[in-house]
């Protein structure tokens, strides 16, 4: 039993953490209708960047002050990442308004590309280190009700908090304040929004900021847990069953779809992995997510679409 | 529009400057001998990739700088291939029209998928701790060569390492040992081995396959967890295996009962835990890192100094650069042998390149002389054994660095060459090849 307890949390937690990546897609495609396969790309330069700006930092301060050079890092991070936005609007959304969703789907993916190289090349390709001060070793709780204890990692614990202070702020944010309704309703019509003057390109860079922003955060989160490397490229797309199954316009979809995959892919893993050789996770969520295209097109909580021809 | 027609211009002028420069190198090959250089410079094992590509391509400028190989000249091309095997099938595609002799594929499955094409071209394969592990029987797989060591050298050594910990190899039953192994032709390649390992000595062998790129190990760590295995073999690559070992800190698992095998055991694998791998331990392909060896001072006097270095100087010397460094050599060495025989200053073939490597012999004076004095031990490769070595040590991260950790290891040629033979003569049989004979062997 305490096993499975384990299993679960585990996965809740790891799944927290999909659902911070997931909500970078859903928040671009809510406000922009792109689906942004730049996201993985975006969280690995968000990374590399809060990484060497800090390494850098730390090494200009002697070494002294390693909160010092955090916050510099942040910082820096967070103006790569708002450079980002703005060079994408201007270079890349503005030339395109009114295009089909293909299109833009397509040109993300070129973005992506384009971050993955400028990012490496700017700040490297080796392995860095974010020390934010996470703790590393577990704690063994309710040692009285079961023999050995639950395991807990306190590093997933965390990070699965800070995940979910985040996803509640951003869903406050789209639901209840102006500039959210401004970015939906941009998702809905570009036209239609710039007719009742909503200023496009600013509403694109807001969004893509905002993108950034989660972007860093779960750079920071995945970069501490392991590394900060081209394979966190990868973590993006342990997330795209999550936006499948959740539903690509939904923020509580990318919550909750997040959650189903983090635990249904553990337990997967556990309970049936022996049966078939085992590492069947990744692709178990994948089909967890085809399931429920099936019978729900839309994913589990994003908007029925239906188009009059 | 001007800018265009500059644009236009500047394109057609690049495109005839480059066509220009093919031409010399095509030129150039017919006295040159050609190095191919697959590598992996970006994506999920760049981390990795790099020191390796760095160490290879460093070795073979002062060679240049002296003269050659016999004042054969060599050349050399990178073929970037992000450790996917169809795109280092394609590297090869295109390599082996610019006249390669040999190549190193540095991916056993990109070995798997060379090994029958490479027959066809005749072009040797050189596999330095990686590739299939019965192709050491040269007589069936005569143009690949496992030199230095194969994944069935590292496993025999990984239990009999484990063997001596326990306080001997009759101590290991009952016990159970995890292999957490990347789910891929590398990761798989020890479990022959380790299955009859655990035949002969009763221990329980527990099989964890890991996802590529590896970066999701929890499930794993949890079953670890929860089934204790007295040790935990790890047969990973990149990322896969600073993750597994931060895994093993979440899970409280003791990184002193954890073994990786080579591909494990280098900076880029340990170096963001830190303090949480200390007590880790991974074997090593003779090599370790080698900072204070005669061939590194060498390197940074005769490349870094002069500017020339491939990769940064503090690299130089760390674990995976010594490996492409001593697999530059390996491959220099096999043509300079071949020439000993086809002809000093002369550009050997592909076949004659063959004759080189199954007639390596390396003794220790000769490695001493090279600059290898501590590093390696002697290779003798011949017609029939195409490893030339099985040689063996483990080394642990301290916290800061590697260290060695034990003595000299070789792998028990009881157990490795009946299975060689079996696995060996089994691929004869698919592919209706005949054994060569002792007189094929002496042309």
Redesign the interface.
């Known amino acids: 039993m305490a096993?499975f307890i384990?299993?679960m949390l585990?996965?809740l937690m790891?799944g927290m953490l999909y659902s911070l990546v997931a909500l970078g897609f859903v928040l671009i495609f809510k406000a922009s209708g792109v689906f942004n396969f730049a996201q993985g790309a975006m969280v690995l330069v968000a990374a590399l960047a809060m990484a060497r700006f800090s390494e850098w930092s730390n090494a200009a301060l002697g070494g002294d002050s390693l909160f010092l050079a955090n916050v510099i890092g942040i910082v820096g991070a967070g103006a790569v990442m708002f450079v980002v936005a703005w060079a994408v609007e201007r270079f890349v959304l503005r030339k395109l308004v009114n295009q089909e969703g293909a299109t833009l789907l397509m040109v993300t993916l070129g973005i992506a590309y384009v971050l993955e190289g400028l990012g490496?090349t700017f700040f490297g390709?080796?392995?860095?280190?974010i020390d934010v001060g996470m703790p590393?070793?577990?704690v063994?709780m309710f040692e009285g009700l079961f023999e050995g204890g639950v395991?807990i990692?306190k590093?997933?614990f965390i990070a699965a908090a800070l995940a979910a202070v985040l996803v509640a702020g951003l869903t406050v944010f789209f639901q209840k304040t102006a500039i959210g309704r401004a970015l939906r309703a941009v998702a809905d019509d570009h036209q239609a929004a710039q007719s009742v003057g909503i200023p496009l390109n600013k509403t694109w860079v807001i969004v893509w900021c905002v993108a950034g922003l989660v972007a860093l955060v779960a750079g920071i989160i995945w970069g501490s847990?392991?590394?900060v490397?081209?394979?966190l490229?990868?973590?993006a797309l342990?997330a795209l069953p999550v936006v499948i199954l959740g539903g690509l316009t939904s923020v509580p979809g990318a919550i909750v779809g997040g959650l189903i995959i983090g635990v249904g892919?553990?337990l997967s893993?556990?309970y049936l992995?022996p049966y078939v050789?085992?590492?069947i996770?990744?692709?178990f969520a994948y089909v967890m997510a085809l399931i429920v295209l099936l019978f729900r097109p839309q994913g589990l909580f994003g908007e029925k679409i239906i188009n009059r021809v | 529009m001007k800018f265009r027609n500059l644009a236009l211009a500047a394109a057609i002028a690049s495109v005839g400057l480059s066509s220009a420069v093919f031409s010399t190198a095509a030129q150039a090959q017919a006295q040159d001998q050609f190095f191919p250089v697959l590598v992996y410079r970006t994506g999920a094992y760049a981390a990795n990739g790099n020191p390796w590509a760095n160490g290879y391509v460093d070795y073979l400028k002062p060679i240049n700088a002296q003269g050659g190989i016999n004042g054969v000249k060599l050349t050399y091309e990178e073929c970037e291939f992000g450790y996917a095997t169809d795109r280092g099938v394609e590297c090869y595609e295109r390599l082996k029209g610019k006249n390669a002799t040999l190549f190193q594929s540095l991916s056993t499955g990109v070995t798997f998928a060379l090994t029958d094409k490479a027959t066809v071209d005749k072009i040797p394969l050189i596999t330095a701790g990686y590739g299939r592990s019965e192709s050491q029987d040269g007589s069936v797989f005569t143009w690949n060569f496992p030199l230095l060591g194969s994944y069935w050298v590292g496993a025999d050594v990984a239990i009999q390492h484990i063997g001596k910990q326990e306080g001997g190899l009759d101590k290991l039953k009952g016990k159970k040992i995890a292999l957490v192994y990347h789910d891929s032709p590398f990761g798989k390649e020890p479990i022959p081995l380790l299955q009859e390992r655990a035949k002969m000595h009763g221990f329980e062998l527990q099989l964890l396959p890991v996802a590529h790129p590896g970066v999701e190990q929890k499930a794993t760590w949890l079953q670890i967890r929860r089934d204790r295995p007295d040790h935990v073999l790890l047969w990973g690559w990149g990322v896969m295996n600073s993750t597994a070992i931060k895994e093993a800190q979440a899970t409280g698992y003791p990184r002193e009962k954890m073994l990786g095998i080579w591909w494990a055991g280098a900076e880029p694998d340990v170096k963001d835990v830190g303090a949480g791998a200390k007590g880790y331990s991974a074997l090593t392909l003779q090599h370790g890192a080698e900072p204070n060896s005669k061939v590194v001072k060498d390197m940074l006097a005769m490349v870094h100094d002069k500017g020339q270095g491939t990769g940064p100087k503090e690299e130089v010397g760390s674990v995976l650069y010594m490996r492409g460094l001593i697999s530059a050599m390996l491959g220099v060495e096999g043509v300079r042998q071949a020439q000993e025989r086809y002809g000093k200053g002369k550009v050997m073939t592909g076949e004659q390149v063959r004759w080189g490597l199954e007639n390596l012999n390396l003794d220790q004076g000769k490695l001493d002389a090279m600059g290898f004095a501590g590093v390696m031990r002697p290779v003798q490769t011949s017609c029939t054994d195409h490893m030339g070595s099985s040689w063996v040590r483990v080394h642990t991260w301290d916290g800061s660095k590697w260290a060695f950790s034990s003595d000299w290891y070789q792998a028990d040629d009881k157990v490795l060459r009946p299975m060689v033979l079996e696995a060996a003569s089994k691929y004869a049989a698919e592919k209706n090849l005949q054994r060569r004979t002792a007189e094929q062997c002496a042309q």
């Open positions: 096993f384990e299993t585990g996965g790891t490496q390709s080796e392995i860095y280190s590393k070793d577990p063994i395991l990692n590093e997933d847990k392991m590394g490397q081209f394979s490229v990868t973590v342990r892919e553990k893993e556990v992995g050789g085992g590492g996770e990744i692709w």
